[in-house]
């Protein structure tokens, strides 16, 4: 069982950046694979960012490539999303997971969830 909380979500303006953490509780952060996932209103949760378990490989959806970064640091539980460059089709509800042993891109494949944090990109 791992528990995990976003933070960092708000109001940006396109062009602008912003910076999502994830905490995770628990002591076995490391034997985790990590994603960020975004939901749209009316839209199916789709996959953004994902980093392996020790932190050496990450993937990226092709439309964030280039403008977002996954990390993790392990000292602190955590897991971020740099986001750069932001555009309106940015805004979502953006949600951290956690699955064991590698990542995935579909949601389904993640076991544990965040609560979720609005982003919001104004044009």
């Known amino acids: 069982q791992v528990q995990l909380v976003e933070s960092g979500g708000g109001l940006v303006q396109a062009g602008g950046s912003l910076r999502l953490s994830c905490a995770a509780s628990?002591?076995?952060?490391?034997?985790?694979?990590m994603g960020w996932f975004r939901q749209a209103p009316g839209k199916e949760r789709g996959f953004v960012a994902a980093?392996?378990?020790?932190?050496?490989?990450?993937y990226y959806a092709d439309s964030v490539k280039g403008r977002f970064t996954i990390s993790r640091d392990y000292a602190k539980n955590t897991v971020n999303l740099q986001m750069n460059s932001m555009k309106p089709e940015d805004t979502a509800v953006y949600y951290c997971?956690?699955?064991?042993?590698?990542?995935?891109?579909?949601?389904?494949?993640?076991?544990?969830w965040g609560q979720g944090t609005q982003v919001t990109v104004s044009s």
């Open positions: 997971a956690a699955r064991s042993p590698v990542f995935s891109t579909t949601p389904t494949d993640y076991n544990y």
């Open positions: 628990g002591r076995t952060f490391s034997n985790y694979a």
């Open positions: 980093i392996n378990r020790s932190g050496g490989s990450t």
